[in-house]
T-cell receptor, first 114, second 112 residues
Framework: KAGVTQTPRYLIKTRGQQVTLSCSPISGHRSVSWYQQTPGQGLQFLFEYFSETQRNKGNFPGRFSGRQFSNSRSEMNVSTLELGDSALYLC?????????????FGPGTRLTVT | DAKTTQPNSMESNEEEPVHLPCNHSTISGTDYIHWYRQLPSQGPEYVIHGLTSNVNNRMASLAIAEDRKSSTLILHRATLRDAAVYYCIHHNYGGSQGNLIFGKGTKLSVKP
């Protein structure tokens, strides 16, 4: 069974631009969560989607948004990029999040904002 | 905020057992205890999880205290590939939140 895939793996953008990151969960998983990882703040939760609905959102500004499609694939978008948005963005999928199932993480997208 | 307390770092010798402690004094009765690890340049990887009883899988064992306010991840024979940051997390999946709240974790170094 294929794991969680994220595209692109690396991205360089300039301040003020916007970016879209993509995540394909493990087949059959309907829950997708997004996390941001930086050296200073560690791993921080962005949002979670289940069956195309956002179930929960972390404490990030409105510039960060996401969506989930009917095939469970998810995208996250960051508008008006700032230098502080440089981070590793991780996507995780889960089969039954409300039953305590484990989350499977992708390799991440490394975003650099210059 | 993270709800668990772990040592910042630990060292182990290769092929020796490693006991990674975690305190979670605010845990509620329905919170699962999860352990993840993150190898360098990779996303976190699920290790093990449990609710009340001790758990074993091919990667590790999880020992949960009787009062559930602490747990210990046990790697029975550390290898160089086990060098990673280990995160202990407890979360109630019965509500509307499916996210994991990561703390700083324990950086495990394994010496040959």
């Amino acid at each position: 069974k294929a794991g969680v895939t994220q595209t692109p793996r690396y991205l360089i953008k300039t301040r003020g631009q916007q970016v879209t990151l993509s995540c394909s969960p493990i087949s059959g998983h309907r829950s997708v969560s997004w996390y941001q990882q930086t050296p200073g703040q560690g791993l921080q939760f962005l949002f979670e989607y289940f069956s195309e609905t956002q179930r929960n959102k972390g404490n990030f500004p409105g510039r960060f948004s996401g969506r989930q499609f009917s095939n469970s694939r998810s995208e996250m978008n960051v508008s008006t990029l700032e230098l502080g948005d440089s981070a590793l963005y991780l996507c995780a999928s889960s089969l039954r999040p409300l039953r305590g199932d484990e989350q499977y993480f992708g390799p991440g997208t490394r975003l650099t904002v210059t | 905020d993270a709800k668990t307390t772990q040592p910042n770092s630990m060292e182990s010798n290769e092929e020796e057992p490693v006991h990674l402690p975690c305190n979670h004094s605010t845990i509620s009765g329905t919170d699962y205890i999860h352990w993840y690890r993150q190898l360098p340049s990779q996303g976190p990887e699920y290790v093990i999880h449990g609710l009340t009883s001790n758990v074993n899988n091919r990667m590790a064992s999880l020992a949960i205290a009787e009062d559930r306010k602490s747990s210990t991840l046990i790697l029975h024979r550390a290898t160089l590939r086990d060098a990673a940051v280990y995160y202990c997390i407890h979360h109630n999946y019965g509500g509307s939140q499916g996210n994991l709240i990561f703390g700083k974790g324990t950086k495990l170094s394994v010496k040959p």
